[in-house]
């Protein structure tokens, strides 16, 4: 039940669904839901798929949905190979956000 996740997860649950409603998949807005409020900002898929218990393929999918949308861009970690991702500012303020 919603109720019982800790407040962070339960605010990317309620994004999952409003931004499906603007035509999001919902998996794409939970993802941008706790990139919006996660600590640190950044974060790698693998940690993406544990915080909101979603499956590695629908991370990939949804990050490169995101991505090409420009809200979300990908930023190195220092001292760990590959990339984690952050929403971007300007890609927020697109009035098409819409367009999915």
Not at 37 to 44: F, K, L, N
Not at 64 to 76: H, M, T, Y
Request: glycine share 12%; hydrophobic share 45%.
């Amino acid at each position: 039940m919603v109720a019982d996740l800790p407040v962070e997860r339960r605010y990317a649950e309620h994004a999952g669904v409003v931004l499906g409603g603007m035509g999001l998949p919902p998996a794409a807005g939970k993802i941008l839901g706790w990139l919006l409020i996660c600590d640190p900002p950044s974060q790698a898929s693998s940690d993406l798929a544990a915080a909101l218990e979603v499956s590695k393929g629908s991370v990939s999918t949804s990050i490169r949905l995101l991505e090409q949308g420009g809200l979300i861009s990908r930023v190195p970690v220092p001292g760990r190979r590959g990339v984690a991702y952050e929403v971007d500012p300007a890609g927020l303020a697109k009035p098409d956000i819409a367009k999915f």
